[in-house]
Each structure stands twice: as C-alpha cells, then as structure tokens.
C-alpha cells in the first residue's frame, strides 16, 4: 500500500504535474498575500470580495499541497472541483451583479485580472490527477 501511495505521487510530481504544482504554489502565495494585505488594510471596502479572496487561498493552498502528494488524492479532487465551482459561480455572480463586489477577487469576472489561470488551473488539475492515476493504475497491473 505504501509503495503504491509513493508511486501514484511521484506519477502526480513528474513532467508538467511539476509545473502545475508550481504554478498552483504562486497563485496560493500571491492569494494568500492579497487576501491579507486587503483584510488587514481596508476589509470594511468589501468585506465580501475579501473574504472569497481569502478563501481562494486556502483553495489554492489545499490544491498545492494535494497535488504534490502531501495529502490524498482525493484532497486533490476536491480542491480543484472547489475551485472550479467557485470561478464559475464568483465570475458569474460578478458579472451580473456588479456592484456586489466593490473589489476584484482571484475568481472575479472567471480569474479575468489574472489571463483567466483561475478558470483553466482546475480543469488542468482535474485532468492531470485523472491522466496521472489511470497510467498508475495500469502500472500497477
């Protein structure tokens, strides 16, 4: 079991899931700074869009740390399915209601301020873990 968890996360750390997972670490240092920067400095401006920004980070925290393997897979799964759902549903409501947020998220207007990463990180994510477990589990055979 445990040579099996060692080859499914050095499957998941090679070739280009090494440049998601570094690329998945920027984003969760620069949300992370944003969100405190703008929490610490001027929350009352949009206590809304600040606090999707801070939970962004964990998101993109969470999905740095699952697909370097550190935890499950299905930690992984879950974050990127997260953040997915959250760029799809903050950048619509951004959209259409505007003036809810006085302030930009990572997620806002679908990740627009940031060339749209934020909408293409997680289904490259989920397509990554979905490439990277079936070619370890015909490995495993």
Request: hydrophobic residues 50%; glycine residues 10%; contains cysteine.
């Amino acid at each position: 079991m445990a040579e099996r968890r060692d080859g499914l996360k050095e499957t998941t750390r090679s070739g280009p899931g090494r440049m998601l997972i570094a690329v998945y670490g920027i984003f969760a240092v620069a949300a992370t700074a944003r969100s405190a920067v703008q929490i610490g400095t001027r929350f009352e401006q949009a206590p809304h869009a600040y606090l999707l920004s801070a939970f962004a980070a964990v998101v993109y925290v969470v999905a740095t740390a699952a697909l370097a393997g550190v935890v499950s897979r299905r930690v992984a799964y879950l974050a990127c399915g997260v953040e997915l759902a959250g760029v799809l549903v903050v950048g619509a409501v951004s959209l259409v209601f505007a003036d809810a947020f006085p302030d930009a998220t990572v997620w806002s207007d679908f990740g627009g301020g940031y060339g749209f990463v934020p909408l293409v990180l997680p289904v490259l994510g989920l397509l990554w873990l979905r490439h990277t477990g079936r070619r370890h589990a015909d490995e495993a055979r």
